[in-house]
């Protein structure tokens, strides 16, 4: 039973999250953080859902980490931001992130990511959303 309420728990707040970026959205907003990555943090807006990518193009997707549970603060954290050679723009693949520990720190980085995941410290899933949202700089 306590596994069903997470999941379901997890479910709406990754459907809050994702309407936060969907094409309704206003705007952008350079004032407020929206997305690690690099070590920093970035405004973003809302562009499009995008079909899930095939073959020929998943190498233009980045992955964007949305976690479930963890420190207060923690934003969802980008693979790569703009001035990083691998970052494709701001078209996403969004993977769950669960941490295993308690108190988990925040996370601004895919390093860190990493650093944690083999670690054993994370649990990451495919939240099967792609979706175009491009990073731009805090003013």
Partial sequence: MIRKLTIISMVFTLMVWITSFSVYASGPNFFNPAIYADGEAWATKGVADLPPPNEHNHQSFDKLFSFTNGANGQLPVAEAAPGNPNYNGGRWDLKLVTWTII?????????????????????????????????????
């Fill in 103 to 139: 108190n988990p720190p925040i996370v601004m980085s895919y390093d860190g990511i990493e650093w944690y995941l083999n670690q054993g410290d994370l649990i990451i899933t495919s939240g099967n959303s792609y979706f175009e949202c491009p990073l731009l700089p805090l003013r």
